[in-house]
């Protein structure tokens, strides 16, 4: 698991490989995330890269990350997107990601589990257009775009799951999910350690979801930290 590997120094920003950079390339990809413990089929990796590419080509107009460096992209965005895989054993089949932004974590999210039928919710137009283009381009299938804000009436289809990354409290998410979200349906909140506050004044049981589980651990060789709280809501 993510926490037995070491921590890296807060200041060394690029220790690898003899402290030199990593050429963007797929095979760059590749060993940066296997540095940080995540391994891909060649397939999901070259996937990867060309939304890698796009992203970067389209960032300067359309404001998508304010991560420069590759090895940075790949560690914060890449790796921690992916992660998430070790404590979820099956995620359900039909998902929204809240908040999309740029695509994190729902593009990577996707491309390593391609049966999740997944719907990209983000109101930004810049954002919704670079969306579909992403889906375009990867030729990806099962996935598409809710153009809009997901308020507690926007959302008209049922959906099992719900993930959201870098968002907002999760006592403002609930409301917002509560209808979509079926019986028994499962709500994925990423978050950074200071989730610990937001879960001690967090009563989930007020809108009608239990606790989980809830999961601390730190980016592999980095000095991220992240958590991963799981609400669940309720039978009717
Ligand atoms: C801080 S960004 C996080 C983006 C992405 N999840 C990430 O981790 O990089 C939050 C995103 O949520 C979008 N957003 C704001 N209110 C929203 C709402 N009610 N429904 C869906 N998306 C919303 C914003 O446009 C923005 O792109």
Same mark, same amino acid.
């Given at each position: 698991m993510p926490s037995k590997f070491s921590k890296r120094p807060v200041n060394q920003v690029f220790p690898l490989f003899n402290g030199k950079r990593t050429v963007p390339s797929v095979a760059g990809l590749k060993q940066l995330l296997e540095y940080h413990g995540v391994d891909l089929q060649k397939e999901t990796l070259e996937q990867l890269w060309a939304y890698h590419q796009l992203l970067r080509e389209h960032n300067? $107009?359309? $404001?998508?990350?304010?991560l420069n460096a590759f090895e940075t992209i790949v560690e914060r965005h890449y790796a921690d997107c992916t992660l998430i895989n070790a404590y979820v054993p099956e995620w359900p089949k039909r998902m929204i990601d809240v908040?999309?932004?740029?695509?994190?974590?729902?593009i990577p999210l996707k491309l390593v589990n391609p049966d999740i039928r997944l719907t990209l919710c983000e109101p930004r137009p810049n954002r919704i257009e670079f969306l579909n283009l992403v889906i375009q381009e990867l030729g990806l299938k099962g996935i598409d775009v809710f153009g809009h804000k997901v308020t507690s009436r926007s959302l008209t289809f049922p959906v099992q799951g719900v993930i959201s990354r870098a968002f907002e409290l999760i006592e403002l998410t609930l409301p917002r999910i509560q209808k979509a979200l079926v019986p028994g349906g499962r709500a994925y909140f990423m978050k950074g350690p200071a989730v610990k506050d937001e879960l001690a004044t967090l009563h989930p049981e007020d809108y009608g979801f239990k606790l989980v589980s809830k999961h601390f651990y730190r980016i592999?060789?980095?000095?991220q930290d992240r958590a991963l709280v799981i609400l669940e809501k309720e039978q009717e």
């Open positions: 300067k $107009d359309q $404001d998508l990350t304010r908040g999309s932004g740029a695509g994190f974590p729902g592999p060789r980095s000095t």
